[in-house]
């Protein structure tokens, strides 16, 4: 089961890091992505991150604010968020599974999802 952590409300410009943990466990061989859905909005890709070798993939509109990461020690996928603005402010979901890397942006690839964190950034 994936927990996410780490939202909440913020202001313009703040930063904010999300944690997704696999209740303990390694992610093993899977694809680790942050989803985003934003109030009658679409699912859309934030980032993801591949356990096993680190290779990462940003969505354009956070490439440069936002960093995903791999905590082995920890077992965990933090996502770090910076020069939040008001477009960020949505439910981020942590999502994780053996996705081939061609289809990483695409939600529907993905087998497991937390429950979601609010992230609500005030201008």
């Known amino acids: 089961q994936l927990v996410e952590s780490g939202g909440g409300l913020v202001q313009n410009g703040d930063s904010l890091r999300l944690s997704c943990t696999n209740s303990g466990r390694s992610f093993s061989d899977y694809a680790v992505a942050w989803f985003r859905q934003a109030a009658g909005n679409e699912r859309t890709f934030v980032a993801a991150?591949?356990?096993?070798?680190?290779?990462?993939k940003y969505a354009d509109s956070v490439k440069g604010r936002f960093s995903i990461s791999r905590d082995r020690a920890g077992n965990s996928v933090d996502l770090r968020m910076n020069s939040l603005n008001a477009e960020d402010t949505a439910v981020y979901y942590c999502?994780?599974?053996?996705?081939?890397?061609?289809?990483?942006?695409?939600?529907?690839?993905?087998?497991?999802w937390g429950q979601g964190t609010l992230v609500t950034v005030s201008s």
């Open positions: 991150v591949r356990w096993t070798t680190g290779q990462t």
């Open positions: 999502a994780a599974g053996r996705v081939i890397w061609g289809l990483i942006n695409d939600p529907g690839a993905y087998g497991n």
